[in-house]
């Protein structure tokens, strides 16, 4: 019959790390150390030795490396890095969630309509 739900396992398998993690990667070397040590050399391409911080892609050799550094892929997600990861209010704002009060009013006004 198949793999069942083998569209979801797929699109699973192909998630990268989120900009808020890749800001902490450039940030403290420490963090980026400790996602290193997650993952096993052997399984790795290139075993590991060729690793794009901005995209966190590994690569097979430095010559790929450096091409990938030219592409435009790359360029994209400098531009994402440089713009900043979205704060808890601005995702909140895209949802709907707002805090409006609409205009302020005087006392002055709310005792005259009274």
Sequence with gaps: MGIFAKRTKTKTRR???DLDQIQADLLSPRHLE???ETKAA???PG???HY???CAKWFDTETTLVLHRKGKPHKRRLKQLREGP???EEAAAAVGFRIDNGPEKSKSQDIEMS
């Design 34 to 36: 400790q996602y290193k």
């Design 52 to 54: 794009c911080i901005e």
């Design 86 to 88: 979205y704060t808890h």
């Design 42 to 44: 052997e399984d790795l």
């Design 47 to 49: 075993l590991g030795r």
């Design 15 to 17: 998630r990268t790390r």
